[in-house]
């Protein structure tokens, strides 16, 4: 199963270690700064999203 994370703050690392632990795979990415959206996104093999509509 593929999931999001919104927010790239102090727990996302905690939050995505809990993904990969369940067995899901953190497909998109989204959080206010672009720069540090994108960054996170490309350590963790996902997409960047600038808005909440990635579910399209």
Same mark, same amino acid.
């Given at each position: 199963? /593929?999931?999001?994370?919104?927010?790239?703050?102090? *727990?996302?690392?905690?939050? *995505?270690?809990?993904? /990969?632990?369940a067995?899901?795979?953190?497909? *998109? *990415?989204?959080? /206010?700064?672009?720069? /540090?959206?994108?960054?996170?996104?490309?350590?963790?093999?996902?997409?960047?999203?600038?808005?909440?509509?990635?579910?399209?």
């Amino acid at each position: 199963m /593929r999931v999001g994370l919104i927010g790239t703050g102090m *727990v996302a690392e905690t939050h *995505v270690a809990a993904i /990969r632990g369940a067995g899901l795979t953190l497909s *998109v *990415v989204m959080g /206010r700064d672009p720069e /540090r959206t994108q960054a996170f996104a490309a350590r963790h093999g996902a997409r960047a999203a600038d808005n909440i509509n990635f579910v399209a």
